[in-house]
């Protein structure tokens, strides 16, 4: 079945880095799009990075261009979510998420925690 499984999620101070991972099984990764959302305390789900199968391009949310960047390897199946300059609007629970036959997978999430 299909599994995808969240890492990396930290306490991190103001302008830190973290990197978050997503280790999947299940399906035909090399095709698949993969995405990271966040969910921060009291809001909603939103999108924050995408990557696409065929051709690698990703795109971002306003709020992290520059600063996040998205990437795969399709040899391990993994898909990475390097976080730089860190600001305390960044906490938040970071899923791992892909659409497979029309239907969504998610993994448990991270805990992402920027604080001073």
């Known amino acids: 079945q299909v599994q995808l499984v969240e890492s990396g999620g930290d306490l991190a101070q103001p302008g830190g880095s973290l990197t978050l991972s997503c280790t999947t099984s299940g399906f035909a990764f090399r095709q698949a799009g993969m995405n990271w959302y966040r969910q921060p305390p009291g809001k909603e789900r939103e999108l924050v990075a995408r990557?696409?199968?065929?051709?690698?391009?990703?795109n971002y949310v306003d709020a992290v261009k520059g600063r996040f960047t998205i990437s795969r390897d399709n040899n391990r199946a993994t898909v990475t979510l390097q976080m730089n300059d860190l600001k305390i609007e960044d906490t938040a629970i970071y899923y791992c998420?892909?659409?497979?036959?029309?239907?969504?997978?998610w993994g448990q999430g991270t805990q992402v925690t920027v604080s001073s």
């Open positions: 990557i696409f199968g065929s051709w690698n391009t990703t």
């Open positions: 998420h892909t659409r497979i036959a029309g239907r969504a997978y």
